[in-house]
């Protein structure tokens, strides 16, 4: 008698364990927000979002002795061994990748100029970029790996968004915010060689590298850039780099090891300058002091 107790008990255990496991379950399942949901909280602060569309990109160049390798058929999406300016991260040669931008626009069709979204067609895929400058609200949005860009994508107005684009569970669990820290946008001389075909005196993507630029990233599923507190707009100073003059311009920004380049370290266009000319000592020390905080940080880039 006993032991047929001990096994009731323990079969009302498992189905009550197996009740809490499935109930769990369905209640992440419930709170995790689709594609579409997240678009139309980026729209609140955004406007409606474009018609991303790959025919708009422009062509980052790869170059190899200053001559421009064309990009065909056969070759697009190769990675060559070497090229003159590589790409900051990822695959630093990579041939057919493409940079756009679109100007944002209000709700009822009119221009609004403080906001910006930047397309970057890569290895097949498409990340997109919104930004509001005047705000500082951002966000991020990436299509799903199985899908085509090129082909053509949904608006959140038209059917099948949220089989296009990926949720922002998924795209928040990729960590953009540890790299792009200081603000939305990160520059090199390989994206930045695509110049802005309205004003080409400056690059496509935007330039807002400013210690009291705001930004912040919408939805949830986001934590807030490294350093950064829990949402604040704008970048927050540590006590140790008080009077530093590097962060006296820009918001820190850290440099990963994976990267292919040190951006840190480039001759690049302002507000950036030529940094690796500069040898100053105080400069020197500033710069350093800025990676100390940086490792300090002990960023996670791949959890």
């Known amino acids: ?16 364990f197996s009740y809490l496991l499935n109930a769990t379950a369905i209640e992440e399942k419930a709170a995790a927000r ?6 139309r909280e980026c729209e609140k602060h955004l406007g409606p979002l474009p018609k991303f569309r790959y025919e708009d990109a422009i062509e ?12 065909t058929a056969d070759n697009i999406g190769k990675n060559l061994k070497s090229c003159d300016k590589p790409a900051a991260f990822g695959a630093p ?7 756009g931008r679109y100007q944002g626009i209000k709700a009822n069709g009119s221009p609004n100029p403080d906001v910006v979204f930047v397309t970057f067609f890569r290895d097949g895929g498409l990340g997109v970029i919104g930004h509001n400058i005047k705000t500082g609200a951002t966000c991020f949005l990436s299509v799903k790996d199985e899908v085509d ?10 059917p099948k968004y949220n089989k296009a ?4 569970t998924v795209v928040g669990r990729d960590g953009c915010v540890k790299c792009h820290m200081a603000d939305p946008f990160l520059h090199s001389p390989w994206i930045d060689q695509v110049r802005d075909p309205k004003n080409p005196d400056k690059p ?22 490294p ?16 009077g530093n003059m590097c962060v006296a311009c820009h918001a820190p920004q850290c440099v990963p090891d994976f990267f292919n380049v040190k951006l840190d370290e480039l001759k690049m266009s302002a507000p950036f300058h030529t940094m690796e000319m500069e040898t100053r000592e105080q400069w020197v020390k500033d710069r350093e002091a800025v990676r100390e905080y940086c490792r300090s940080l002990d960023i996670q880039y791949f959890d």
């Not at 006993?2 to 009550?16: D, E, H, M, Y």
């Not at 190899?64 to 390798?69: A, H, L, S, W």
């Not at 860009?149 to 038209?158: A, S, V, Y």
């Open 60 to 71: 980052i160049p790869i170059t190899q002795n200053g001559k421009r390798v064309i990009v």
């Open 165 to 168: 684009w990926q949720s922002p």
């Open 93 to 99: 040669c990579q041939l057919g990748n493409r940079v």
């Open 1 to 16: 008698m006993q032991s047929k107790c001990l096994i009731f008990l323990a079969v009302v255990s498992l189905l009550a």
């Open 204 to 225: 496509l993507v935007p330039l807002i590298a400013d210690v009291d630029s705001p930004y912040f990233v919408i939805g949830k599923e986001f934590p807030a850039p």
């Open 227 to 242: 350093g950064r507190k829990p949402g604040a707009i704008h970048a927050t100073i540590p006590k140790q780099l008080e």
């Open 34 to 39: 689709t594609a579409l949901m997240h678009a």
């Open 149 to 158: 860009p090129r082909q053509g994508l949904p608006t959140p107005d038209e």
